[in-house]
Nanobody, 127 residues
């Protein structure tokens, strides 16, 4: 069974850091583009970041550019989202998603491109 599991969320003070992990089981991530999305209560789901299947292309939402870094370790079948300088407005449930349909070298942050989703991990930024 294809499964994505996020971990690493929690409560952090403004200015702090967290690293989210997205681990795959039942399939290898080598040929999948991976996206990170987030959804706060009452808001639409937002595409935060994406890394292409090759790892050569990475995109970020303007709201996180310069603060978040996406990376992948295919040997560990895991993708990471390093989040620094966290702000209260980063509070949300964070989801990772995988797609084998995205052309190599592309990296859209649109949910419709992604076929497999994790259950989400809560990130709360508060003092």
């Amino acid at each position: 069974q294809l499964q994505l599991v996020e971990s690493g969320g929690g409560l952090v003070q403004p200015g702090g850091s967290l690293r989210l992990s997205c681990a795959a089981s039942g399939f290898t991530l080598d040929y999948y583009a991976i996206g990170w999305f987030r959804q706060a209560p009452g808001q639409d789901r937002e595409g935060v970041s994406c890394i292409s299947s090759s790892g050569g292309r990475r995109t970020y939402a303007d709201s996180v550019k310069g603060r978040f870094t996406i990376s992948r370790d295919n040997a560990k079948n895991t993708v990471y989202l390093q989040m620094n300088s966290l702000k209260p407005e980063d509070t949300a449930v964070y989801y990772c998603a995988a797609s084998a349909r995205i052309p190599s070298g592309s990296c859209p942050r649109l949910a419709g491109w992604y076929d497999y989703w994790g259950q989400g991990t809560q990130v709360t930024v508060s003092s």
